[in-house]
């Protein structure tokens, strides 16, 4: 067991003139929690762990548990000493504080007292794609589980844009105005997406997305990471980055990739203030006997279910609604015109469809009129007891029986 009482002591005959603690916060995922000092307070604006000084009479475990909670509002967290440091304070007195550290769950909240504030942060990113629309992604260093844009947070002195090309030449190691010089000329913003305080930010952030271009094989040659932010960078499908990011992420991705799609400025609110969280739909088109429109789709590299037989579907364009993504796909996929589209009814799950709606209608026009569009191998109706005999996805097992229930009910929709 450490005897403090005999470091105290031992501080104190060699010079030291005041006894200070910190404790170093781990969350699960190896992150370090850093607060910032309040503008009114002591050397505003400085990043720092939880500390301060220890009270007459107090213990130095007991004074690093009151700071703690003070500071951050952590409380009853067990802590392990770690080691001390020394240092000269701003009015040239010797210092030596005793530095703990705890490890906590990740998203435990933080409350912060009125000697540190939470300030909203600003961020710049670029969105770069390759000759084949994949995105560019680069995994973090200090959490590998996130995936990051080419950017960082804006300093002070600077903006979005210029943040961003900046930090993208560092983590990069490409001066993308250089290298895509049109496209970077033109500033395009994509989006603008403003996040709450939560767990993950204990203040706001709002983030700048702007095009950054597309990198040929030859550029993406030259890419030198940075190791101190990023570990790999690769390009992959908008399908594929669903496997590699966090639920939220992903989705905050696709309604990027739709505002750069559509060639209009996205502004974003997290969380919404309104159910406008889908990006995708999934059309059942079915005859007045029973048959069910189906679309081979292509055998492709990084698109979802290649080669299989699925209903018709597809992402949203700009500010559509669910219905009006659904009848320009199926026009597009089909080259016929539907109405009167509704949810499926029953129980929906994500299984492999995230941000998407499951819509359904009666079609009552002549096979003849089908017209397979610029995407897929075919297009056809398929009786609905040969649907299960084609290769088709594995949700087609749920939702085929609450198709089957509409259909026995004599519902149109």
Same mark, same amino acid.
């Given at each position: ?46 990043? $720092?762990?939880?500390? #301060?000084?220890?009270?007459?009479? /107090?213990?130095?475990?007991?004074? %690093?548990? +009151?700071? *703690? ?99 993208? $030449?560092?983590?990069? #190691?490409?001066?993308?105005?250089? /290298?895509?010089?049109?496209?970077? %000329?033109? +500033?395009? *913003? ?224």
């Amino acid at each position: 067991m450490i005897d403090f009482g005999t470091l105290t002591d031992l501080a104190a005959r060699e010079g030291i003139e005041r006894i200070c603690v910190g404790v170093v916060v781990r969350d699960a995922s190896s992150r370090i929690l850093m607060i910032r000092r309040a503008p009114q307070d002591v050397l505003p604006g400085l990043w $720092e762990y939880p500390g #301060g000084a220890r009270e007459d009479g /107090e213990s130095i475990p007991a004074g %690093a548990a +009151r700071v *703690l909670t003070e500071e951050t509002g952590l409380t009853g967290w067990p802590l392990e000493y770690a080691r001390h440091l020394d240092f000269t304070n701003q009015h040239g007195r010797r210092v030596r504080q005793f530095v703990f550290t705890t490890v906590v769950p990740d998203s435990t909240p933080i409350r912060l007292s009125h000697d540190h504030d939470a300030r909203p942060t600003t961020y710049g990113s670029f969105l770069i794609t390759d000759p084949q629309d994949r995105i560019l992604g680069m995994r973090s260093t200090i959490n590998p589980a996130v995936w990051n844009f080419p950017g960082g947070n804006v300093e002070h002195g600077s903006a979005p844009f210029a943040t961003a090309l900046i930090e993208a $030449e560092e983590e990069l #190691g490409l001066v993308l105005a250089a /290298e895509n010089p049109e496209i970077v %000329a033109q +500033r395009r *913003l994509i989006a603008v997406i403003h996040e709450q305080a939560g767990p993950e930010y204990p203040a706001p952030v709002c983030g700048y997305v702007f095009d950054g271009g597309v990198l040929t094989p030859e550029q993406q040659a030259r890419i030198r990471l940075d190791p101190a932010e990023h570990t790999e960078w690769r390009f992959e499908t908008a399908h594929d980055w669903h496997a590699l990011m966090e639920p939220y992420r992903y989705q905050r991705l696709r309604q990027v990739l739709r505002a750069h799609r559509a060639g209009v400025t996205l502004y974003l609110e997290r969380p919404a203030p309104h159910d406008d969280d889908f990006e995708g739909v999934l059309v059942f088109v079915t005859d007045p006997a029973g048959r069910l429109l189906m679309h081979q789709r292509e055998d492709r590299p990084g698109m979802p279910w290649p080669g299989f037989w699925t209903p018709i579907g597809g992402w949203r364009e700009g500010t559509e609604t669910d219905q009006e993504t659904a009848v320009r796909e199926v026009a597009e996929e089909a080259g016929i015109t539907v109405s009167d589209l509704q949810p499926l009814p029953g129980p929906h799950q994500d299984l492999g469809l995230p941000l998407t709606r499951v819509l359904h209608t009666v079609w009552d026009g002549p096979e003849s009129d089908l017209r397979l569009g610029d995407e897929g191998l075919a297009v056809r109706m398929v009786p609905p007891d040969e649907v299960s005999l084609l290769k088709v996805p594995s949700y087609m097992q749920h939702y085929l029986p609450l198709l089957a229930a509409v259909l026995r009910s004599g519902r149109t929709v």
